[in-house]
């Protein structure tokens, strides 16, 4: 092990233990000073998300999180769940381009209708009624038997006012239809 790697290793502890006593600003200086000894560390990234998030700041947490995430995520999952939660202090440019991040990693995913289906909430969550749409659309091509996206679709066509569409959207998506 390197002397670099040494202080990186000392800085992580001294920080944990700060964040310990509850003294979270000093404890994101400390890992500020390690990730600049050694950028692109996961176990900074993610302790500076944790700190970020938990004290001081939930959309700069986030923003490390993803870039820790981005790293070593060999899953849907973490995608998903930080896209949720962009979308929960209303960021929902991060949120999209999270999901569009993800679609394109895993385009052939069994979960790829998750990502959709979260990509329909966004847009219908900014009164992109067309876009929401086309996204539940292609959520319930990718997992047709997942009703819930039928339902989804369904009162998405409503509260627009799409009345014959929303019948349609219904009954391909009751069970028993194929």
């Not at 050694?38 to 947490?61: A, N, Q, W």
């Not at 899953?75 to 440019?93: G, H, N, Q, T, V």
């Not at 349609?168 to 028993?176: A, D, K, S």
């Amino acid at each position: 092990m390197s002397e670099q790697d040494d202080k990186v290793k000392d800085l992580i502890e001294k920080a944990e233990s700060l964040s310990n006593r509850g003294m979270h600003k000093e404890a994101i200086k400390v890992l500020l000073e390690a990730n600049e000894l050694k950028p692109k560390d996961y176990d900074i990234l993610r302790l500076l998300g944790e700190e970020y998030c938990l004290y001081v700041d939930t959309e700069k947490g986030l923003d490390y999180f993803v870039e820790a995430m981005e790293l070593k995520s060999n899953s849907l999952s973490p995608w998903i769940e930080y896209a949720y939660e962009y979308c929960s202090i209303c960021k929902f440019d991060k949120a999209e381009k999270l999901i569009l991040k993800a679609i394109e990693l895993y385009p052939n995913s069994f979960n790829t209708y998750d990502l959709y289906n979260v990509l329909g909430c966004l847009y219908f969550k900014q009164c992109k009624y067309d876009k929401s749409m086309d996204n539940f659309i292609k959520a319930s091509k990718s997992y047709i038997y997942n009703y819930a996206i039928w339902a989804e679709l369904e009162d998405r066509c409503q509260l627009k006012g799409l009345y014959e569409k929303s019948i349609v959207t219904y009954t391909r998506g009751c069970p028993g239809y194929l």
